[in-house]
């Protein structure tokens, strides 16, 4: 299945041992691995979705959260269509780092790029809670940032969710122009959507 | 006597010392500089003067080279490794906390971080820095100690070691070059990365509660080592320059760009509905840049895998180290070094640190003159026998040397010193990269010190048949 109407790009970023990769390792294979092993740098997957009928490949990119690393991951967060924020409920400095992690995102990215709060290991006992989901979501209002979920990379609720939610903010700004199919916006026409594109330019006379 | 400058504030400091150990300064013998202890002590005495004969002259503790922080106190581990007290303090608090899971992974809130860097910075003694409430996890004092290394003007493995540690691995039988190159490290650096590289390999030992592998520890260490951070800066910054002018680094962009698209069309990939991998990159989206940060991630990963091999055989590192010291020791020419260690507060003290003495009083702040008597190393006296004026440093101003001596004669004694280098490094089978040289110069706020090391041909051809500005008049006899 290699024909989609769009790639997407999207970056996870967020303090180490948040859960990052787990999430897309979640959202990618479907299994969950207690994270003992570490990101070098930035890796990627990738997985199709479709939203309003329409394919989308995501393409998603993995950052590493350890400090020495912020350079190079930097780097990664150009043309992003979509990044997801993400700290971990159990530990309030990941939290309170995210205010960092989106400053360095608008400084990087696109100024469209949708923007989501994502507060990790929700499947934690309530005690050990350390961020409450209100807390969370008001910073998220007073920050501008779209989404707020709480997930769990290992029991894989609203992760799912995360991804395609997102999705479909990035696919509504596409159809509202806000979006453009250009290498900064981190978002490219599929093959489907170019060939569909000249078929509807072309089949626009016989309908 | 000596004259030595120090670029970041101007002083020319001067010293009388033997004549024994002149001849060896000023010949730029870096191989006995570096393995001799008692001229690394004698080193850290002008920086201890620098650090405290004056208040202005002060150099902060995090950015500055290891042997700041071994001047400003400096600790003897139970394996003989002098340390920068900073580095011991960390250890000393992560040491109690070994089965905190994700220890060094995680991190503490930036703020607290930053706090208790400024404590250590303003207060000489690292064990008498109380750190606020707020530090409330092991986590801190991973991240300070993540910092500082992070911080070091040169990276821990130092930038013209780099290649040989890549070279050394890669050979047949890694461990014995490995041990080869770490032997030619500067002393402090050397010392400092085997007393991390067991320190990691005693937490991974507690690997089932905190969770950390030889491997993850690696991941973790690697970049921070080798300040990763750095190379990628400087590759973002010459990006910009790509696209006006054609450089030699935009044609190697463009060939591994192109070297990609081929290869991939080759292969004739397909993306799978779900992937996972740094190798199947889909090129048409992203810069040549991208590229070449993919580079410094694979090279990162060479460089973990090198730091996990490190880690589990630290031990033996060390062994070897000691043995092939022993040669230096037997010199004849100076008298006995690193001797009896004076075990003041050990009780103070976690159990792998000794105490040497406590130089880092608030009194000795105030007064320049120095106490020879009460200074860190014990071999001390020894050398105030070789360091006739030493409570006087005389401040020269550079227009008054300019009228003292010739210019010529300096350049002389630069090219005198970079033949020395390059005969050394020629012994050694192997030519560092021109363009790490130029790195490593970019560096320096500290070249004074580095030269004094005869760091690696800190000066090229160039600066040394065109101009040599004044602040690059590093040592002048």
């Known amino acids: 299945m290699s024909s ?76 992003a269509a979509g990044a997801l924020l993400v700290y971990d409920i159990s530990r309030r400095e ?79 700004k596409i159809k509202s122009g806000e979006f453009t199919s250009n290498e900064t916006s981190g978002i490219r026409l599929g093959p489907v959507q170019k060939s569909s594109l000249s078929e509807e330019t072309q089949g626009g006379a016989c309908c | 006597m000596i004259l030595v400058y120090f670029p970041n504030t101007g002083i020319f400091y001067q010293f009388t010392v033997k004549k024994q150990v002149k001849t060896c300064i000023s010949s730029g013998d870096s191989l006995s500089l570096s393995t ?47 340390i920068p007290g900073v580095v011991a303090r960390c250890f000393q608090e992560i040491n109690k906390n070994l089965k905190v ?176 991998s740094t190798r199947s990159v889909p090129f048409p989206l992203y810069q040549p840049q991208h590229i070449l940060q993919l580079d410094i991630v694979k090279q990162s990963s060479q460089w973990t895998l090198l730091l996990e091999y490190l880690i589990t055989n630290s031990f033996l590192l060390l062994k070897t180290t000691t043995q092939a010291k022993a040669p230096e020791r037997v010199s004849p020419q100076y008298p006995r070094s690193l001797p009896v260690i004076h075990n003041i507060s050990s009780s103070a003290l976690s159990s792998s640190h000794s105490r040497l003495s406590s130089v880092t009083s608030e009194g000795k702040k105030s007064s320049p003159a120095i106490d020879i008597t009460n200074l860190e190393f014990p071999a001390s006296r020894d050398l105030l026998n070789i360091f006739q004026d030493v409570c006087t440093p005389v401040c020269i101003t550079e227009a008054n040397v300019a009228a003292v001596e010739p210019r010529q004669k300096y350049v002389n004694t ?13 012994q050694r089978h192997s030519i560092p990269d021109k363009n790490q040289v130029i790195t490593m110069e970019a560096n320096g706020n500290t070249k004074a010190m580095l030269h004094l090391w005869g760091k690696k041909s800190l000066f090229t051809e160039q600066t040394l048949e065109t101009n040599i500005p004044p602040s690059h008049l590093q040592l002048y006899q």
């Open chain 1, 4 to 79: 989609y109407n769009y790639i997407i790009k999207y970056i996870i970023v967020g303090d180490s041992g948040v859960g990052k990769s787990c999430l897309l390792i979640q959202f990618t294979d479907k299994r969950f691995n207690a994270g003992r092993e570490l990101t070098i740098g930035v890796e990627f997957g990738t997985r199709f979705i479709s939203v309003d009928d329409k394919q989308i490949k995501l393409q998603i990119w993995d950052t590493a959260g350890q400090e020495s690393f912020r350079s190079i991951t930097q780097s990664y967060y150009r043309g």
């Open chain 2, 101 to 276: 899971e994700g220890l060094f992974r995680r991190s503490g809130a930036s703020p607290v971080l930053n706090q208790l860097q400024e404590q250590f910075e303003r207060c000489d003694d690292p064990f008498k820095v109380i750190p606020a409430p707020s530090v409330t996890t092991v986590h801190y004092w991973t991240g300070l100690l993540k910092r500082y290394l992070q911080l070091l003007p040169e990276p821990l493995i130092p930038q013209s070691h780099q290649i040989l540690f890549l070279e050394a691995f890669n050979t047949e039988r890694p461990l014995e070059k490995l041990q080869e190159v770490i032997y030619n490290m500067p002393l402090e650096h050397r010392n400092l990365l085997i007393y991390l590289l067991q320190s990691i390999l005693n937490m991974v030992e507690h690997g089932d509660t905190n969770q950390m592998t030889a491997a993850t520890m690696a991941i973790i260490v690697a970049p921070t080592c080798i300040h990763i951070d750095a190379v990628s800066q400087l590759m973002q910054q010459s990006t910009p320059s790509l696209k006006s002018t054609p450089t030699t680094s935009w044609q190697k962009a463009t060939n591994r760009l192109f070297g990609f698209a081929k290869r991939k069309r080759s292969s004739g990939i397909n993306q799978s509905l779900s992937s996972l």
């Open chain 2, 36 to 82: 001799s202890p008692l001229l690394f002590q004698i080193y850290i005495q002008i920086l201890y003067l620098m650090t405290y004969s004056d208040q202005t002259t002060r150099l902060p503790l995090f950015g500055s080279p290891i042997v700041t922080g071994i001047a400003r106190s400096s600790y003897i581990t139970e394996t003989g490794l002098i």
């Open chain 1, 94 to 172: 990941s939290f309170e780092h995210i205010s960092t992690w989106l400053a360095d995102v608008r400084r990087h990215a696109n100024p469209h790029t949708t923007i989501v709060l994502v507060g990790n290991k929700s499947d934690l006992d309530e005690s050990k809670r350390q961020v409450t989901s209100e807390e969370a979501e008001r910073f998220a209002k007073e920050n501008g940032i779209a989404l707020f979920l709480e997930t769990s990379a290992k029991s894989a609720s609203n992760v799912e969710e995360v991804f395609v939610k997102t999705a479909e903010n990035v696919y509504e």
């Open chain 2, 414 to 426: 630069l090219k005198h010193w970079r033949a020395r280098e390059e005969q050394a490094i020629l």
